[in-house]
């Protein structure tokens, strides 16, 4: 599947930047799937208005290929949007693994009707640049690639800037979400990209969630043998995003409405840092981010849109003082959550 035979409206809907949640695994206490929250979940998201989904990625936990639920989970979701409404919305899973691996994930999610395919490149440690580039090609003959680049705390591969320009030279990737939580290498991914004549085709998502707001509205001057571009993030594809999402998207289309103007309001700056801080609490920083994803149901939790933590893996859960440190976020922060709003639609997406 080429990206020219996508449907124009999603194709469109990509490449202006939208808002793509990470979606989450709803279970029972006994580890299994949960359908009624996990559909509620995805009709919290587009009701929240999201332009799209990422399902089967990291906050949707890789250890569901391991127990057999990568094609229920991606079907449940597909099937659940199609139905919940009429508008376009972008459709992404999430691919891992070697190369059989990935390949066979991309021609199940494409099957089901997904529009890309985020490659994570965790299981390519061991590789080399050219190897990792080869398995790129293969992938990206099945399905449209949206690139991962992710951060190193939970397995992602540092990659050169020279990498970067040969992946966008790639020519069914339509979009890379840069999340190593690091300058220095957001910006490598950038450089790959202007230098490769991509950046028309390939749209910029962040998933640096220690820095999601200025990504969404700073410019990036990037220059290369005397010639001088000006990029922008155009969305994100975000874990923290599959919390707090109705104002998550407020946020987002405050971001893009500042973006190019001469100045940005300095309330805006700030709210950056805001964001931040209900993001390391959320994520576990102080844990190197071992109670990532049970943060994030935490939060879901409290709202009605799960109900527990449960992960997977048993022994994934919150760590110590984590609990302590959401407390702290919720109460500080509390104008940035979207309670109001689940609670007046709960009942409708548990329905």
Known sequence: MHHSAMKSEVRRLIADGTVLPAHPLALDADRKLDAIHQRALTRYYIDAGAGGLAVGVHTTQFAI?????????????????????????????????????????????????????????????????????????????????????????????????????????????????????????????LRGVFVAGALDRIALYTGNDDHILLDLVLPFELRDNGVTARAYFRGGLLGHWSVWTANAIKQFEMCRAARGKDTVPADLLALDARVTDCNSAFFDVANNFHGCIAGCHEVLRRQGLLEGIWCLDPSEGLSPGQLHEIDRVCNEHADLSDDDFVTANLQKWLA
């Not at 229920?72 to 899973?93: G, I």
């Not at 099957?111 to 990206?140: D, F, P, Q, R, T």
């Open 65 to 189: 290929r391991d127990v057999g639920l990568y094609r229920p989970v991606l079907e449940l979701a597909a099937e659940t949007a199609a139905a919940w409404t009429r508008r376009p919305l972008a459709m992404v899973a999430g691919l891992v693994g070697p190369t059989r691996q990935a390949v066979a994930e991309a021609g199940i999610a494409r099957g089901i009707g997904y529009h890309a395919g985020l490659l994570s490149l965790a299981a390519m440690k061991s590789a080399s640049e050219n190897e990792i580039i080869a398995h790129c090609e293969a992938v990206a003959r099945e399905i449209p690639l949206v690139g991962f680049y992710l951060q190193p705390a939970v397995g992602g591969v540092i990659l050169s800037a020279g990498f970067w320009r040969r992946f966008a030279a790639i020519d069914n990737v339509i979009a890379i979400k840069i999340a190593p939580f690091n300058r220095y290498r957001t910006l490598d991914v």
